[in-house]
């Protein structure tokens, strides 16, 4: 079954250290791939997405991603973080003509001031 | 304007009643989704419709039922509720029903059922 996997549940972190969140998907075929993030209360929005071309995607806030297909992993980044990214981070893939994101567990991100 | 619209955003009921929540997208797209988010925050796909046809129905209760009466609107409706139910229902859209699309999601629909 298709399944995606976040690695960390909790991150603690403060301002202006880096961010890793990984991703890992199982699926054989050719996917798209994406991260949302939900903050506290809100709905979801797109941070960035990977189609094809280039695997290193840039999105909006300063992330980006890169897209290691041999290693079916899709990994957020950003250099220095800032309190308001405190949120919830969720990787997503999309199996190419299914028409559905399958969800990671997600993962907390909390900065401390 | 909010592109993809749900209402209500926050729905109190008790076990045994009926309720739906409403859908509306703004976007022109072809494809509608529902997601339910539970409380450890894990989302799943329930249902997509794309131009009022169904294309995914995933494992779901047959309690709940979607309708969408044109490609802009996507409603969903909940018999007999239980508290199991009680979860955050997003709605979203997308342009067209392929994987290469992204997916646009309504504010979310916190329902609870007592």
């Known amino acids: 079954a298709q399944s995606v996997s976040q690695h960390n549940h909790h991150v603690i972190l403060s301002e202006a250290a880096s961010l890793e969140l990984g991703c890992n998907y199982s699926?054989?075929?050719?996917?798209?791939l994406f991260w949302y993030v939900q903050y506290p209360g809100q709905h979801l929005q797109l941070l960035l997405k990977?189609?094809?071309?280039?695997?290193l995607v840039k999105g909006i806030k300063g992330f980006e991603a890169e897209f290691i297909k041999s290693k079916f992993s899709f990994n957020l980044r950003k250099p220095s973080v800032q309190w308001s990214d405190t949120a919830e981070y969720f990787c997503?893939?999309?199996?190419?003509?299914?028409?559905?994101?399958?969800f990671g567990q997600g993962t907390t991100l909390q900065v401390k001031p | 304007d909010t592109a993809v619209s749900q209402t209500p955003k926050y729905l109190v009921t008790q076990m045994g009643n009926d309720k739906s929540i409403k859908c509306e997208q703004n976007?022109?797209?072809?494809?509608m989704y529902w997601y339910k988010q539970d409380s450890k925050k894990f989302l799943k796909i329930m249902f997509s419709?794309?131009?009022?046809?169904?294309?995914i129905n995933e494992t779901v209760p047959n309690r709940f039922s979607p309708k969408s009466p044109d490609k802009a609107h996507l409603n969903l409706h909940i018999n007999s509720l239980e508290l199991g139910d009680s979860a955050v229902y997003f709605c979203?859209?997308?342009?067209?029903?392929?994987?290469?699309?992204?997916?646009?999601f309504g504010e979310g629909s916190w329902l609870t059922v007592v």
């Open positions: 979203a859209s997308s342009q067209e029903r392929g994987g290469g699309n992204t997916i646009y």
């Open positions: 976007l022109g797209h072809d494809t």
């Open positions: 990977y189609f094809s071309g280039d695997p």
């Open positions: 419709y794309n131009n009022k046809e169904l294309i």
């Open positions: 997503a893939v999309s199996p190419s003509n299914t028409g559905k994101l399958i």
């Open positions: 699926y054989g075929g050719t996917v798209n």
